[in-house]
């Protein structure tokens, strides 16, 4: 996945984190690139608790991970033009068989 700013794309450190950062930008989960990291922040979505920028999405919702208040993503469309129809349904039954096979 590229930076959501410039497009550059991510490589792997060579040693220690990856300076690279994620963050929600209408709620769909981006990679920051370090040059854009201090310039593009201000345009990431923010917890409506504590304010953060350190926002995770996944399925259908965003976890802040600063305070982990944890909201539903909003219904509008956004979300379902990122995700397949039925994902989740497929998800959760995959889950289960596999689940179901495990001792």
Same mark, same amino acid.
């Given at each position: 996945?590229? *930076?959501?700013? *410039?497009?550059? #794309?991510?490589?792997?450190?060579?040693? +220690? &984190?990856?300076?690279?950062?994620? @963050?929600? #930008?209408? /709620?769909?989960? !981006? =990679?920051? *690139?370090?040059? %854009?990291? #201090?310039?593009?922040?201000?345009?990431?979505?923010?917890?409506?608790?504590?304010?953060? !920028?350190?926002?995770? %999405?996944? =399925? +259908? /919702?965003?976890? %802040?991970?600063? %305070? @982990?208040?944890?909201?539903?993503?909003? +219904?509008?469309?956004? =979300?379902? &033009?990122? *995700?397949?129809? +039925?994902?989740?349904?497929? !998800?959760?039954?995959?889950?289960?068989?596999? =689940?179901?096979?495990?001792?």
């Amino acid at each position: 996945m590229p *930076c959501f700013s *410039c497009g550059a #794309r991510q490589t792997d450190p060579i040693r +220690g &984190a990856s300076p690279w950062t994620r @963050g929600v #930008r209408d /709620e769909t989960q !981006v =990679l920051i *690139c370090p040059d %854009c990291r #201090r310039t593009h922040e201000t345009d990431l979505d923010r917890c409506s608790s504590c304010g953060s !920028v350190a926002l995770i %999405c996944r =399925l +259908g /919702e965003v976890e %802040c991970r600063s %305070c @982990g208040s944890v909201r539903l993503a909003r +219904g509008d469309g956004r =979300l379902a &033009a990122s *995700c397949a129809p +039925g994902l989740a349904d497929e !998800v959760e039954a995959a889950l289960a068989r596999v =689940l179901r096979r495990v001792p």
